[in-house]
């Protein structure tokens, strides 16, 4: 079987999260798997010099409509949360203490984090949330909490969000195929003919 | 006949020199023209502290191979220019004074104009190519040396820019159907759905 993609997203990131709808669809129908690497965005916008899409002049008002628009071209349920962007590290950790501890239900538990947060206008900052999503996908409440705060938990999810910058991920989604870079949820058509010619 | 589409681009984006090459097809497609728009990125960037994309540390390298890729899945010739970017000031002046004069060449211009730089690795910041462009689709030398030098010509180019930023454009390509805005090259599916449907 051919080596899985690598998916990275934030999950505070729209585009991120339409994409995150249809990348195993996509994987699966060329016989890939899919590794979902959550990042943190902020810590690559120290590099890119980036910010925030909303708080850019002109083209945050251009984003807003966008995101919204392109959810519906996509067919994914979408509403802007009251609080956005916001910050994920609870997120990110929880996801990468549940990778650790039963791969199945992480993934499980990403699908529902962004389901919260862009359908269900959850506030998935807030680790008590982090927490009860994660119950809700059949972890255990206290161990999740006590994952969460570990520093081992913690230094993984540094050491994750530091490789992906190294290898060049900036944005989300970024998704790797074979070594080859695609950003953008608008490059998911390059993806798939490239999954399917593998490469020009 | 529906109104016009338009087409606001920057003679140094290679995502607008992509655009160009199709979006003619997709507008006579629905019944519609269009208004060919050029402007100058660095106006918009004062604006949205944006900076030329193969500056930016990870997204420039990013960028570079994108730019290829892209080319070549959208079946358009090109080459990463020798100069690049490049103030083309003199291109914008150049296509404005020739769109007062006779819009049809001006159009000719404009897509001689990209492909001068983008498949032939023309220098298209010099003045001189840009007369010498000009002169191979149809206009004399002399009244575009006149025509780019001209004070009028400048402030008609610099009210267009202005114009188009206080419209809220910002990248390039960005296309307006009916008051509805695409930004980027990877917005034409939208772009074309939205001709197809009036908007969702």
Redesign the interface.
Known sequence: MAAAIDFYFDFSSPYGYIAAAKVEALAAKHGRGVNWRPILLGA?MK?????PLPQ????G??AK??FV??A??HGVPFRIPSSFPISTIAAVRAFYWAQGKDPARALALAKALYSAYFADDVDISRVEEVIRIAAGVGFKAEDVAAGVADQAVKDKTKAEVDAA?AK????SPFIVIDGE?F??M??L??AE?WLTTGG?
């Open positions: 690559a590099v890119t010099g980036g910010a850019i002049p002109l083209k008002d251009y409509r966008d628009r392109s519906k071209f910058i060049g991920v900036f944005g870079a950003w953008g608008d490059r058509d390059q003919k020009w």
